[in-house]
């Protein structure tokens, strides 16, 4: 199991991102926290193997409909184990 912070930028507030990447999240075994960041963007703490992480990868980076991604980042860390995918805030 891998455990990656993805930080999101672009227009992903106010468009339904969080509960798209839940929905993202379920289709792909993934499991973690998304939430929206002050600053405008959202960050995403997701543990998946490396196959799903990239196939959630690249549905995060189109994002849903109204949503625009300018710029993401993506961070490994510590393995961390979740239950479930959750949306914060």
Known sequence: MITRRYI?????QGVGFRYFARKMA???????T??????GSVEIVASATEANHR?????????????RVDRMNVQDLDPVRFDGFGVIG
């Open 8 to 12: 999101i930028q672009g227009r992903v």
């Open 26 to 32: 379920e289709a792909f075994d993934v499991s973690g």
């Open 34 to 39: 998304v939430r929206n960041v002050p600053d």
């Open 55 to 67: 196939s959630f990868r690249e549905q995060i980076g189109i994002g849903p409909s109204g949503a």
